[in-house]
T-cell receptor, first 113, second 111 residues
Framework: DAGVIQSPRHEVTEMGQEVTLRCKPI?????LFWYRQTMMRGLELLIY????????DSGMPEDRFSAKMPNASFSTLKIQPSEPRDSAVYFC???????????FGSGTQLSVL | SQQGEEDPQALSIQEGENATMNCSYK?????LQWYRQNSGRGLVHLIL?????REKHSGRLRVTLDTSKKSSSLLITASRAADTASYFC???????????FGTGTRLKVLA
């Protein structure tokens, strides 16, 4: 299995632009998580899905952030408009409920100038 | 906070020595997990210990859990330079899959 696949690996954009991060979970996994990692705040859980349904989005910082999971093999995290304080590494992780073990992608390094 | 708190924040040891890091938490849990993150990479699952277990081993890793003290420790024996990484505990509060990660311990193993 290729593991959790995230794209792009790096994203540099200007303040005010829309940013879309993509994630393909491991086939067969039914839970998907979006995390954000910064030096100041560590790893923050933004949102997680179970069977494509958002279960908890309390970690989404504000309305500029939105996440979707239209099917079991794809999820997006969108930031519109982006701001410099959104600069971070964004990780996607998936798991199969019952195994309780998360598999992480390699992350997207986002820089908002 | 549901977040686990690791200590120390940073640890530097010589190759061959043992490394111990700790995780304390506040909520009730079903299990506690440890992950490793190499620089610039995603996290990798190391070991899971359930709330009814007190100790678990995996290769050079030994994890203990004390639910009465709400704490866990990760011991890496005979450390190697390749063990240099950040180590995180993760705990989903009982009844959820909402995995919250601690602040991490940065381990540096000197060759």
């Amino acid at each position: 299995d290729a593991g959790v696949i995230q794209s792009p690996r790096h994203e540099v954009t200007e303040m005010g632009q829309e940013v879309t991060l993509r994630c393909k979970p491991i086939s067969g996994h039914n839970s998907l998580f979006w995390y954000r990692q910064t030096m100041m705040r560590g790893l923050e859980l933004l949102i997680y899905f179970n069977n494509n349904v958002p279960i908890d989005d309390s970690g989404m910082p504000e309305d500029r952030f939105s996440a979707k999971m239209p099917n079991a093999s794809f999820s997006t995290l969108k930031i519109q408009p982006s701001e410099p304080r959104d600069s971070a590494v964004y990780f996607c992780a998936s798991s199969f409920a019952g195994t309780e073990k998360l598999f992480f992608g390699s992350g997207t390094q986002l820089s908002v100038l | 906070s549901q977040q686990g708190e690791e200590d120390p924040q940073a640890l530097s040891i010589q190759e061959g020595e043992n490394a111990t890091m700790n995780c304390s938490y506040k909520t009730s849990i079903n299990n506690l997990q440890w992950y490793r993150q190499n620089s610039g990479r995603g996290l990798v699952h190391l070991i899971l210990i359930r709330s009814n277990e007190r100790e678990k081993h995996s290769g050079r890793l030994r994890v203990t859990l004390d639910t009465s003290k709400k704490s866990s420790s990760l011991l890496i024996t005979a450390s190697r330079a390749a063990d240099t990484a950040s180590y995180f505990c993760a705990l989903p509060p009982s009844g959820t899959y909402k995995y919250i990660f601690g602040t991490g311990t940065r381990l540096k193993v000197l060759a």
